[in-house]
DNA sequence: TTGAAAGCGCTAACAG
DNA sequence: CTGTTAGCGCTTTCAA
């Protein structure tokens, strides 16, 4: 009668039942609010689950009825802000749907977020966001389609897929980034990103449906408009570890000409890039110019504050989210929360001075 | 036969036993690798399933076995990058051993962490890592004890509990924080955290086993230990609203005997300080010094860089993770991780001057 | 080494 | 309204 005994073992629907002095079937009733149940039996099945501590056993439930209540969440690192933060928009909105969250991080590496979508499925999730790090090796995305699970893509596209993907349109904004630094008389623009590709980019590779085509087209694009001669060889791709990302830096500063001005793909990358310049002893915005996507607190506290492009992170989980929640059948708000960008100058971008732009600075 | 019938319903041991022409429990065998199966019976299995694409439903097995493969981790606020940064080291230890994380977001709100513990238990997860959002109210982390469940306390303690906690020891460190701002020439000291308390900080509260805990005495006994007087009503907790800690830093900052130092309680508080001061044209560290606990990249890159008080937070996650793992009876490294807190000072810290300590600047 | 059968805790027909 | 009876997909005795 202790509650030593209760540990040993939870209580079940029958135990309630036969506590109450009811069938198991009105028992299981009474809890789960379904189905009829007179007055009197559901006070006797309430008081008797009260008495035995019993806690209903999602497994079971959900192994019945076939609907999970729990939705998986794959993401390239938790640690960059962004997904902390689209997280606890996906978090707060499936929240009050009634599910939880089974998170998995994939440390942007194809076969891990392979076995993470496989024991997701396992788990029998009633469907998976993914923020796919790679746009193009995705049979396993498909595959988890096909076999009839939700899946919603989150940050990045997969062409000619038929799956909802909430991302934010770049195009605009991107085109701007350029025109800002084109306007400011920059030529030589390096990008930075840690999107995985197979090899160094060149122009016209096909970078998928993801924020990263969105922004070095946007520069092209300003390039092409103003006439001037575009290097793709300052965009700079796979920096995904400290080591490569120092390379891709090295790259862009230490050459005979060097980029005057550096976009960075995310506030990570944007943290490791300021941290490269510093260590040079390169001064911001004088010595070279610095954009960084993803506008998060402090940008804008450092000196001098960081011109940004800002992205709707938080409301982009809450899309996603629901976009997953209609999927699955339930109702949530027709409207859509608009996902724009835009671009927030503050005081890291300036002319290119005469020095730097020559050698031995 | 085709993938639109697959997609219908998942294969089942019994499909594959069929298909192979072998029994239920050989399949079953087979696929699960136990007991005894000839190798004539395996390959057929084997075969079986994957011309079916056969996946082992989880929950099933989790509901037969009472094993389950997932660990419930609830935090107070997973956009801080503090809870991220220890998520992943979470992640990272419970991965080899075959886990899944299921992550709740409290608002560091208690009725959410209850609400949150109750459902993961009935989701029946192996075991749960708490970041506690009170050091008092924790009954239901007891009873989860109580019921056989394993619960890891991440950060904060609760005192005469017998549950296992993973927390640094700030002692040594706050008292350093302390005396270098007592030595420094500062006598009014703020501090700002977000824990939740019920009333007002005042002299001898107790704040329980928590970080917040040991800092605010480490800096108390600096100030006993130089024979200056100390005035708590500088605490300032309870800052988990932009408002409320607008309303922390008036009153440290906006009356005749301002604080002349402020402590930051988490990386997430500093940046919101720092917005404060900036808001006020309040020079760091010429009008006000800052001290901030946990140390990631930006605190180093902007101006001037912050001395901070550093911890070991990815590690701390994976010790919290082996030490879940440990209770679940699986094997873990016999050796603990280093958590050690340790102050490295930067530029933010200077002598007050004699205007900063005179009303009307 | 194999197979039949009995559950795990719950819901969902189907009769009363 | 209530109770009986089947399962969900898997593991696990228990015999053969």
Chains 1, 2 share one sequence.
């Not at 009260?50 to 439930?61: H, T, V, W």
């Not at 939700?150 to 909430?166: E, I, M």
């Not at 990008?191 to 160094?200: D, E, F, G, I, L």
């Amino acid at each position: 009668m202790t509650k030593r005994e209760q540990s040993a073992k939870e209580a079940t629907v029958a135990d309630v039942a036969r506590a109450a002095g009811v069938s198991k079937a009105q028992a299981a009733r009474a809890l789960g609010g379904y189905g009829a149940v007179s007055e009197q039996v559901l006070s006797l099945v309430i008081a008797a689950a009260e008495g035995l501590g019993y806690r209903p056993n999602q497994l079971a439930k959900s192994m019945t009825t076939g609907r999970s209540n729990s939705i998986g969440v794959v993401v390239g690192d938790i640690e960059n802000a962004h997904f902390g933060l689209a997280l606890r928009g996906i978090s707060d909105e499936v929240r009050d749907a009634g599910y939880t969250v089974v998170l998995v991080n994939t440390d942007e590496d194809l076969a891990n977020e392979v076995a993470a979508v496989q024991e997701l499925l396992q788990q029998r999730v009633a469907g998976l966001i993914v923020a796919p790090c790679s746009s193009t090796d995705t049979s396993h995305l498909e595959s988890a389609q096909a076999h009839g699970r939700a899946v919603v893509l989150f940050d990045r596209g997969v062409r000619g897929l038929a799956l909802d993907t909430v991302r934010v349109d770049f195009a605009d904004a991107a085109l701007e980034v350029g025109r800002l630094l084109l306007d400011t008389g920059h030529r030589r623009i390096g990008y930075v990103s840690s999107q995985r590709v197979k090899a160094a980019y060149q122009r016209g590779m096909d970078l998928g449906l993801s924020p990263v085509a969105d922004r070095v087209d946007g520069i092209e694009r300003a390039f092409t408009e103003a006439g001037s001669e575009w290097d793709p060889a300052l965009v700079k791709l796979n920096a995904t570890s400290d080591d490569a990302l120092a390379a891709a830096c090295a790259e862009l500063l230490d050459q005979a000409e060097p980029a005057t001005a550096v976009v960075c793909s995310d506030s990570l990358i944007a943290l490791r890039v300021l941290g490269q310049i510093k260590r040079r002893g390169l001064r911001i915005p004088e010595d070279i110019s610095v954009v960084a996507y993803d506008d998060f607190a402090w940008t804008e506290l450092i000196e001098p504050p960081l011109t940004v492009v800002a992205q709707p992170v938080y409301d982009m989980g809450r899309e996603a989210a629901r976009a997953l929640l209609r999927r699955l059948g339930h109702r949530v708000p027709a409207e859509q929360l608009p996902l724009r960008a835009h671009l927030i100058e503050r005081a890291s971008v300036s002319a290119p001075t005469v020095s730097s732009t020559l050698p031995g600075r």
